[in-house]
C-alpha cells in the first residue's frame, strides 16, 4: 500500500535521493566539512530563490528564531506578540531573551495571527511581531507589517512551514525585516537538521553572521591576524557545509516537492468536500499556500465521540495523524511563568480541539493518498451520528 519501506503512512517525511547523497559524499571529501563553500552558496541560492538580500544559514530552525529576536534588540523588560498556534520554538526564543511572548488570538478560517487581535495586544514594551505561517499559508502580512510601522516595531516571519509559499504576489522571505526558514526532515527541503534568516537589511545580516559565531569580531588586525574580540554575547549555531551541500541539491526539487503538495491537498479537499463533519483547510485569493501540513477540523457536534477516538482509529489503520498545535499558553511553562491559562484564546483553544494533521508530503504516492481519503472516510463513517 505504502510507497515507504513499511506500511505506516507518517505525517511527514523526507524524499532524499541518490543526487542528494552524492552531493553530501562529495562535500565530505573536500577540505571544508564546516564552515565553507557550500553554505556560502547555499545562503545565495536560497535568498535569490525567495527575493531576499541576504541569507544567513544555522543550525536549526529553533536558533534561527533565537538569532533573529536577539538581533532585534529583544531583552529584559520587551514584549513579542505571536500566535498561540505554532511550535514553542517561536516563543521559546523570546524568552532566551528574556523577553515576554504575548499572544494575539488567530483568525477562524487560515488560521493564522489575526491582525486587530495584534491591535488589541500593543503596549508600550511591545518590540516585535512574530507572525507564523501556519501549515504553509502566509499570514496576513500588509496589515501585520503597517501596525509595526506605525509603532517601529520589527516583524519577526516564522516561515518554518513557508518555503515557496507567496503573498500577493511575492515569494515569502522577501516581505519581513526578517523570516525565518527551517531544513528539518519534514519540511519542503532538509539538510537534517537545519534553519536560516532571511532579511534586506545590512544591518541585521551582519550582526547575524556574528551571533551565529559565538559574538566573534576580526576588526582589530593591527594587534595580529589571529586577534578577534567579542563585544556581544552569540551562539555556536553554525550550521555544516555538508548539510548545505545536501539544502543544495534539495533546493533543485523545491518547486517539483511543492506541486505534489498542492496535488494532494487538491485531491484531499475535492474528496472531503462532501463531508459535514470535516473542515477542510482554507486558501485566500491573494495567497498561495505550500501545504507543510494538511490539517483537518472535526466538526465534533456531528460527532458520536471525541477527536482522541478518532485519532487513535486512524492510528490503527497505520496512518499517522498528529495534531498541530497545542496553543502554546496552555503548556505548564507558560502557564507557570507568564500566568497564562485556559480560556485566554479561544478561537486557538477551539480549534485545537476539533484538529487532526493528516498525512502529505511529496513522496507519497497515489495509492497511499487513496488510502488515507479511504480511511478517513471509513473513521467518519463509523462515528456519525
Known amino acids: 500500500m505504502s510507497s515507504l519501506k513499511n506500511d505506516f503512512i507518517p505525517y511527514g517525511h523526507q524524499w532524499i535521493d541518490d543526487e542528494d547523497i552524492e552531493s553530501v559524499a562529495e562535500a565530505l571529501r573536500s577540505d571544508w566539512i564546516t564552515q565553507g563553500r557550500k553554505i556560502d552558496e547555499f545562503e545565495r541560492r536560497v535568498a535569490e530563490y525567495c527575493g531576499a538580500k541576504y541569507a544567513v544559514a544555522v543550525a536549526n530552525g529553533t536558533a534561527a528564531l533565537h538569532a533573529a529576536c536577539a538581533v532585534a534588540g529583544i531583552s529584559e523588560g520587551d514584549e513579542a506578540i505571536t500566535t498561540p498556534i505554532t511550535f514553542p520554538a517561536t516563543t521559546n526564543a523570546v524568552v532566551y531573551c528574556n523577553g515576554k511572548p504575548v499572544f494575539a488570538d488567530i483568525k477562524e478560517d487560515t488560521l493564522n495571527i489575526d491582525p486587530e487581535a495584534i491591535q488589541n495586544k500593543l503596549s508600550a514594551k511591545t518590540k516585535a511581531i512574530l507572525p507564523v505561517d501556519f501549515a504553509g499559508h502566509p499570514a496576513e502580512l500588509d496589515e501585520i507589517r503597517e501596525i509595526a510601522r506605525e509603532r517601529g516595531l520589527v516583524v519577526i516571519e516564522d516561515a518554518a512551514h513557508a518555503l515557496g509559499a507567496e503573498y500577493k504576489g511575492r515569494r515569502i522571505g522577501s516581505i519581513s525585516d526578517m523570516t525565518i526558514l527551517s531544513f528539518h526532515p519534514v ?199
Open 187 to 385: 519540511k519542503h527541503i532538509t539538510t537534517g537538521e537545519g534553519g536560516m534568516i532571511l532579511t534586506d537589511s545590512r544591518e541585521f545580516y551582519e550582526k547575524l553572521k556574528i551571533f551565529r559565531h559565538h559574538g566573534i569580531v576580526r576588526d582589530n588586525q593591527d594587534k595580529g591576524l589571529w586577534y578577534y574580540e567579542i563585544h556581544e554575547l552569540g551562539h555556536n549555531f553554525r550550521i555544516t557545509d555538508f548539510q548545505c551541500a545536501l539544502g543544495l541539491s534539495q533546493l533543485k526539487k523545491l518547486d517539483r516537492f511543492i506541486q505534489r503538495r498542492r496535488e494532494i491537498a487538491a485531491r484531499y479537499n475535492e474528496a472531503f468536500a462532501g463531508i459535514e463533519e470535516i473542515i477542510t483547510p482554507v486558501e485566500r485569493e491573494d495567497a498561495q499556500a505550500v501545504y507543510h501540513i494538511y490539517v483537518i477540523q472535526l466538526q465534533l457536534e456531528k460527532l458520536k465521540s471525541d477527536r482522541k477516538e478518532i485519532f487513535k482509529a486512524l492510528r490503527e489503520k497505520n496512518i499517522g495523524v498528529n495534531v498541530h498545535y497545542l496553543p502554546v499558553h496552555l503548556h505548564p511553562f507558560y502557564q507557570r511563568k507568564f500566568g497564562y491559562k485556559k480560556g485566554d484564546y479561544p478561537k486557538a483553544e477551539g480549534y485545537y480541539e476539533r484538529a487532526i494533521t493528516l498525512p502529505l508530503f511529496p513522496k507519497m504516492s497515489d495509492d497511499d493518498v487513496e488510502y488515507v481519503i479511504g480511511s478517513v472516510m471509513k473513521v467518519i463513517t463509523n462515528y456519525r451520528k
